[in-house]
């Protein structure tokens, strides 16, 4: 059975530092590209990052550029989100889930996500 | 690429059948999907490909479009389907999503 489960989330001061991570299972993980989207209280969906198979492809969201960092462990079946000079629109639920090229790059597994509160 | 979903609202009968249209602001062949999303649970993968239907979902769900226009049809509502639903495009980065379309039950 295919499972993301993020971990991670919190709450943390204006300006500060969170790293999320998204434990993967069920799937050859190093043979699939990755994304995290999040989601703020009441709101819409918002894609944020992109990671290829190898790491060496990233893409990111204007709204995080220079600030988030994703990044994956293929050893270790694992996805994370550095975020740092958070601010408070940063609030949301984060979400990783799983990309199917094949497939029209179809977002076909997701986490149930991570919370995190920008807040002081 | 902005992705504009009409309507943003929809008050609908178990019964009816709906539509949710989703309009992009530039051409993206066919690299379109759609989301089910429910209070505290994350999205649900219903349509790739503007039309390709998600293993596991109801035939009663579908998709048709190419290039900037496209739209989800419930045929039948039943009463899970009342939820909200995302169109998003996976054709160039930044991935984006219409704002959502919540489907309630008139």
């Known amino acids: 059975e295919v499972q993301l489960v993020e971990s991670g989330g919190g709450l943390v001061q204006p300006g500060g530092s969170l790293r999320l991570s998204c434990a993967a299972s069920?799937?050859?993980?190093?043979?699939?590209?990755m994304n995290w989207v999040r989601q703020a209280p009441g709101k819409g969906l918002e894609w944020i990052a992109y990671?290829?198979?190898?790491?060496?492809?990233?893409y990111y969201a204007d709204s995080v550029e220079g600030r988030f960092t994703i990044s994956r462990d293929n050893a270790e079946n694992s996805l994370y989100l550095q975020m740092n000079s958070l601010r408070g629109e940063d609030t949301a639920l984060y979400y990783c889930?799983?990309?199917?090229?094949?497939?029209?790059?179809?977002?076909?597994?997701w986490g149930q996500g991570a919370l995190v509160t920008v807040s002081s | 690429i902005q992705l504009t979903q009409s309507p943003s609202f929809l008050s609908a009968s178990v019964g009816d059948r709906v539509t949710i249209t989703c309009r992009a602001t530039q051409g993206i062949s066919r690299y379109l999907a759609w989301f089910q999303q429910k209070p505290g649970k994350a999205p649900k993968l219903l349509i790739y490909?503007?039309?390709i239907l998600q293993s596991g979902v109801p035939s009663r769900f579908s998709g048709v479009g190419f290039g900037t226009d496209f739209t989800l049809t419930i045929s039948s509502l039943q009463p899970e389907d009342f939820a909200t639903y995302y169109c998003?495009?996976?054709?160039?980065?930044?991935?984006?999503f219409g704002q959502g379309t919540r489907l309630e039950i008139k």
């Open positions: 990671i290829g198979l190898s790491s060496t492809t990233v």
């Open positions: 998003q495009q996976v054709n160039s980065y930044p991935f984006t």
């Open positions: 889930a799983r990309v199917v090229r094949s497939s029209w790059y179809s977002f076909d597994y």
């Open positions: 490909g503007a039309s």
């Open positions: 069920g799937f050859a993980f190093s043979t699939y590209e």
